[in-house]
C-alpha cells in the first residue's frame, strides 16, 4: 500500500517539476461556494450538482413546493432554511420538478414545510454537514441518519443516498407537484417497470409562459434506474398510498420503493432527463451513463469544471477575491442549460419535436438551450462569453435561430422554446450583432441578420412573447409616448423611456452589422432610430424624462420614481443608458457636470452599499440613484472611462467589488438581488479582471475599457475555434487595497495613452501590464 500510495504523489511532483500538464493539477471549484447569495434566490440559483450550461441540474429544495405566483419571486432554496424536503433534477428559469427523496420511518408521501418539518417528508440538516461546490453537492439527513449525495453528466442526474440498518428505508419518486418556477401542475405520470425501471413525465404551466404564450406548457421527461431491487413498492397522489400499485397519474402523482438496508449501505439513482421523450430520457441516460459509477460522475464532474473555471487563471493573495471569482465565473456557465438530446432532438416552440442536423459522425451540430430574457447581459455574460467561452456563444445563437426557424421571431427569453419574454424588450439581435463583431460567425449569418432586423423594425403580427409591442409607437414618434395608465400587461404601456433607450441601443448594434454586411439602406434606418434617446433627453433638467405623444415632457415629474416611464429603475439610473452614444451625452450634460454628478450619485450610493443596502428584496434598490442588483445601472460606473476620469471608474468599479459583492449565504450578489443566471457573477468576473465593454461589443471598432484589477496575474486561455491568439495574460504591477489606480498601461510593450484596448488586439493574444499607484491618474 505505502507504493502504491507513493506512486501518483511522485508522478504529480514529477509532472510539476517537468512543466508537464501542470495546469490539469490546479483545482479551481475550492474557490467555488453555491451558498453565496443563496438567501431569498431564484430558482436556478442554487443547483450544486450540475454540469456546464447542463440539462441535469440536481440540487436540494428547502421550499422548492411552495412554488411562486409571478414566475420569479425567490424559492427553492434560502440559506436561512434548515430543512431540506427533497432533491429535484431541473432548476432552471420557469422550469422546475422531478424530485427525488430518502427517508426512513413511517412512509409519508408530501413535502413538509419548513415551519413544520414533521408535518410531510422533510429532514433537518446542519450546515457544518453540508458540502457544496461545483459539481457536488452532499448533505447529512438528520431526520432519517441518511447521507445524500448529488452530481450530474449533462444530461443524467446522480443520486447516492447511505442509509442506517432499517426495514423502512424508502426513495421517494415525487413527479406530480409544482417545484420551484414550474408553474402549477397539469397533468403527470409515472411507473414502476418490471425491469426496475421508474419513468415519468410531468406538464407544468410556468406563470411567464402563460403571460407570453397562453396555454403553452413545458412537459419534463425522466427514466431512472436504482442500483438495487426494492422490497416493496407503492404509488401516491399526494397523501392517498396505494400499496403495490406500479402507477401514478394526475396532480400529486409518485411511486415509493421500499429497501431493507444494512449500516450504511449506499443507494444510488442515475436519472436521464428530457424535453422530448421518455426514450430520449433512456438514451441520455444509457449514452453518458451507462456504466458510470457514482464515483466517477463525482470525478468527471469536478475534471469539466475545472476545465471550464481554469479557463482563467487569477492570482492573488485575498482569498475572499478569489471565492467572489470563481463563484461568479461558476454561476456564469451554470445557467441556460441544454434543452437538447444526446441525438438532436429538441421542444419546439408549438410543442412538436423538433432535430438539429447531425454532423458526419452522426452527433448534432449544436445544442438547443433555455434561456432567461437577455437584458442586460451585453454587460456582462455576453461580453464574457465572448472572451472565453465563445463556442457557447455560438451554439447559444443557433439555438435562438431554432426558435425563430420555428415561431417566426425571436425569443428575448426561452423555456422549453416556449416564449417568456419576461421583461417586454428583447435584445436577441443585438447579442447576435455583438457575436458577429467579435469575430464569432459560425453560424448562418444570413439568417440571423434577417431575424434581427425583423426584431428591430417589424411589428405586425408580432406575439406578445417576443416584445417590443410597442415598437410601432417608437417608430411613429421616434420614441415611444408615455401614457400613465392603460389596458393590459404593464410593458404594453407603462415604460416608454426605458423602452426608448432599449430599442435606440439595439437599433444602433444592428445598425452597425447592417454597415459590416453592406446593407446601406437598414444601416441608415437604424442609426436614426439609435438616436432616438435624444427625444427623451429633458436639457434643462439634465435628465431623460418621459414624453407625451403632442411632444411635452410629463408633469409632475419625479426623477426618484420607478415604474412610471421606466421598467425597474427611474430617472436617475435611466439617464446613463446611452451605451452606444456616450460621447453625446456627455458633451450635452457638460463635461464637469457629468463628473460631478455621477461622482457623488456613487458616493451616496456607497451608503446603501450601492444597492438596495442590507434589505432582502429583489426590487430593494429600485428607487435609488444607483442600482447595483439590477441591469440597468452596471455599466455606470464604467463611464468616466469616456469623461476624462478614468480614475473615477477604477475608484468606484473596485469599491463596488469590495461591498456590494460578498461570500455569505446572505450578503451575496447584494442582500437578495436578483442574480439572473449568472449576471451578477459575470460583471463581477469582468470587472475584477479591469476589462469592460459598455457598449457590449456592437461596435464597428470594439473595445474593452481598463479598470483596476483585483489580481496580480491573470491569464486568459482564448478559443483557437475562434481567435488567433493563445493567451492573453493580464499583469499588475504594486497592486494592493492602497494602490487602486492605475499610472499606466502597456499591450505588448506598446504604451497606450487612453483607457482602452482595442478587441482585435486582445483576442490575438499577448501580454497586458498595469502599473498600479495610491494616487488618481487620469492622462497616460
Not at 440540487?59 to 414566475?71: K, V
Not at 409519508?108 to 413544520?116: F, H, I
Not at 412610471?564 to 451625452?585: C, I, K, S
Request: proline share 4%; net charge neutral.
Amino acid at each position: 500500500m505505502r507504493h502504491l500510495f507513493w506512486f501518483p504523489v511522485y508522478l504529480t511532483v514529477l509532472f510539476v517539476l517537468l512543466g508537464n500538464q501542470a495546469d490539469a493539477q490546479k483545482d479551481f471549484t475550492q474557490f467555488v461556494d453555491p451558498g453565496i447569495g443563496t438567501a431569498h434566490c431564484r430558482w436556478f440559483h442554487y443547483a450544486p450538482g450540475a454540469l456546464p450550461f447542463g440539462m441535469a441540474k440536481p440540487g436540494p429544495a428547502t421550499n422548492g413546493s411552495y412554488g411562486n405566483a409571478s414566475g420569479w419571486e425567490a424559492t427553492g432554496y434560502d440559506y436561512r432554511d434548515s430543512s431540506v424536503e427533497g432533491f429535484p433534477n431541473v432548476h432552471e428559469f420557469q422550469v422546475g420538478g422531478i424530485v427525488f427523496a430518502p427517508i426512513t420511518g413511517a412512509l409519508q408521501t408530501v413535502p413538509g414545510k419548513p415551519e413544520d418539518p414533521d408535518s410531510g417528508y422533510r429532514s433537518r440538516f446542519d450546515r457544518k454537514d453540508e458540502i457544496s461546490t461545483a459539481g457536488y453537492y452532499s448533505v447529512w439527513l438528520k431526520d432519517y441518519s441518511i447521507r445524500a449525495e448529488l452530481t450530474a453528466t449533462k444530461r443524467v442526474a446522480f443520486h447516492r443516498y447511505t442509509f442506517p440498518a432499517s426495514e423502512q428505508a424508502y426513495i421517494l419518486f415525487d413527479i406530480g407537484n409544482q417545484q420551484g418556477e414550474s408553474g402549477p401542475v397539469k397533468d403527470a405520470g409515472v411507473r414502476l417497470l418490471p425491469d426496475g425501471r421508474i419513468e415519468g413525465w410531468v406538464t407544468t404551466l410556468p406563470a411567464y409562459i402563460q403571460k407570453y404564450q397562453p396555454g403553452a406548457s413545458v412537459t419534463l421527461y425522466f427514466s431512472a434506474v436504482v442500483d438495487k431491487a426494492c422490497t416493496a413498492y407503492g404509488a401516491f397522489n399526494g397523501k392517498e398510498v396505494h400499496m403495490s400499485v406500479r402507477e401514478a397519474k394526475g396532480k400529486g402523482a409518485g411511486i415509493y420503493l421500499g429497501f431493507s438496508t444494512k449500516e450504511q449501505e449506499a443507494l444510488t439513482i442515475k436519472a436521464g432527463l428530457s424535453y422530448t421523450s421518455i426514450e430520449n430520457a433512456r438514451l441520455n441516460l444509457e449514452t453518458e451513463a451507462a456504466t458510470l459509477s457514482f464515483d466517477q460522475a463525482r470525478a468527471q464532474s469536478k475534471e469539466t469544471w475545472n476545465a471550464y473555471l481554469g479557463r482563467i487563471e487569477v492570482e492573488g493573495k485575498n482569498r475572499a477575491d478569489l471565492v467572489k471569482f470563481y463563484t461568479g465565473l461558476y454561476h456564469a456557465v451554470l445557467g441556460r442549460g441544454l434543452a437538447s438530446d444526446v441525438n438532436g432532438a429538441y421542444p419546439k416552440n408549438d410543442g412538436t419535436i423538433g432535430q438539429i442536423p447531425l454532423d458526419k459522425q452522426g452527433k448534432p451540430q449544436h445544442q438547443h438551450y433555455n434561456t432567461d430574457a437577455v437584458w442586460g447581459i451585453y454587460w456582462n455574460l455576453a461580453q464574457l462569453w465572448a472572451l472565453v467561452y465563445p463556442e457557447y456563444y455560438s451554439d447559444f445563437i443557433k439555438s435562438q435561430l431554432l426558435v425563430y426557424k420555428d415561431a417566426g421571431w425571436l425569443g428575448d427569453g426561452i423555456a422549453n422554446s416556449r416564449y417568456v419574454s419576461g421583461v417586454g424588450t428583447n435584445f436577441v439581435g443585438l447579442v447576435f450583432a455583438a457575436a458577429y463583431m467579435a469575430g464569432i460567425r459560425d453560424f448562418d449569418v444570413p439568417l440571423a441578420y434577417a431575424a434581427a432586423r425583423k426584431n428591430e423594425l417589424e411589428w405586425n403580427g408580432r406575439p406578445f412573447g417576443a416584445g417590443k409591442m410597442d415598437l410601432d409607437r417608437f417608430r411613429r414618434y421616434g420614441y415611444v409616448n408615455h401614457l400613465d395608465s392603460g389596458s393590459g400587461s404593464s410593458e404594453l404601456w407603462q415604460f416608454s423611456v426605458s423602452h426608448t433607450l432599449e430599442y435606440a441601443f439595439s437599433s444602433y448594434a444592428v445598425g452597425q452589422w447592417a454597415r459590416l454586411l453592406g446593407k446601406k439602406k437598414d444601416q441608415d434606418t437604424l442609426m436614426r432610430l439609435s438616436k432616438a434617446w435624444e427625444n427623451v433627453y429633458d436639457p434643462q433638467l439634465k435628465l431623460v424624462r418621459p414624453r407625451l405623444a403632442n411632444g411635452r415632457f410629463i408633469d409632475r415629474f419625479d426623477p426618484s420614481q420607478p415604474w412610471r416611464g421606466f421598467q425597474e429603475g427611474n430617472a436617475w439610473q435611466y439617464t446613463y443608458f446611452v451605451p452606444h452614444d456616450m460621447e453625446t451625452l456627455v458633451r450635452k450634460m457638460g463635461t464637469q457636470t457629468f463628473n460631478n454628478r455621477l461622482d457623488s450619485i456613487f458616493t451616496i450610493s456607497q451608503k446603501a452599499l450601492f444597492g438596495g443596502g442590507a434589505t432582502i428584496d429583489a426590487f430593494a434598490g429600485v428607487g435609488g440613484i444607483y442600482n447595483h442588483g439590477n441591469q440597468p445601472n452596471l455599466h455606470v460606473s464604467w463611464l468616466f472611462n469616456f469623461s476624462g476620469r478614468p480614475s473615477l471608474t477604477q475608484k468606484w468599479v473596485r469599491a463596488i467589488c469590495n461591498q456590494f459583492y460578498g461570500t455569505g449565504g446572505v450578503h451575496g450578489y447584494g442582500f437578495g438581488q436578483d442574480e439572473d443566471q449568472g449576471q451578477l457573477g459575470a460583471w463581477f468576473v469582468m470587472a475584477s479582471m479591469g476589462l469592460f465593454d459598455i457598449k457590449g461589443l456592437t461596435g464597428p471598432n470594439a473595445q474593452m475599457g481598463i479598470g483596476s484589477p483585483l489580481f496580480n496575474r491573470i491569464k486568459i486561455r482564448l478559443s483557437p475555434r475562434f481567435y488567433s491568439g493563445k493567451e492573453l495574460i493580464i499583469e499588475t504591477k504594486n497592486n494592493d487595497s492602497s494602490h487602486i489606480y492605475v499610472q499606466s498601461i502597456l499591450l505588448n510593450q506598446q504604451k497606450m495613452h487612453r483607457p482602452f484596448v482595442p478587441w482585435q488586439q486582445l483576442i490575438k493574444g499577448g501580454t497586458l501590464v498595469l502599473e498600479m499607484g495610491s494616487r488618481p491618474r487620469d492622462q497616460y
